[in-house]
């Protein structure tokens, strides 16, 4: 039949980089599956007004200064390729998927 099984109609969570121990500043992060960071699902009004790091983008990516464990990891924590398509792709996701969910209860488990 070759038609779509559905589409998302609004981005309700995300799932957000978050410490597995102290970190160091220059250490960097391996993702998903590694021994740095874990996801804890934040809702997607609260990830993006935080500008959390999505696990999915967690990976090759380098912090700027220690943090401690179960610390949510944001943009402003760490140095990454700003130009990458995997970055890029975010960003426009943020921009044209409507946020049902208004909480701000910010970095709410």
């Known amino acids: ?36 960071v874990w996801g804890r699902l934040m809702t997607a009004s609260d990830s993006r007004d935080a500008d959390a790091v999505p696990i999915g983008l967690a990976h090759g990516i380098t912090l700027k200064h220690p943090l ?22 975010r960003r426009e996701m943020e921009a044209s998927i409507p946020i049902s969910n208004t909480s701000s209860a910010r970095g709410a488990a």
């Open 1 to 36: 039949m070759n038609l779509p099984t559905g589409a998302p109609r609004a981005w309700n969570g995300d799932v957000v980089a978050v410490t597995k121990r102290d970190l160091d500043g220059g250490e960097p992060l391996d993702g998903e599956g590694g021994y740095t």
């Open 68 to 89: 401690p464990k179960d610390a949510v990891i944001y943009w402003s924590d760490v140095e990454a390729s700003l130009d990458s398509v995997a970055y890029r792709t």
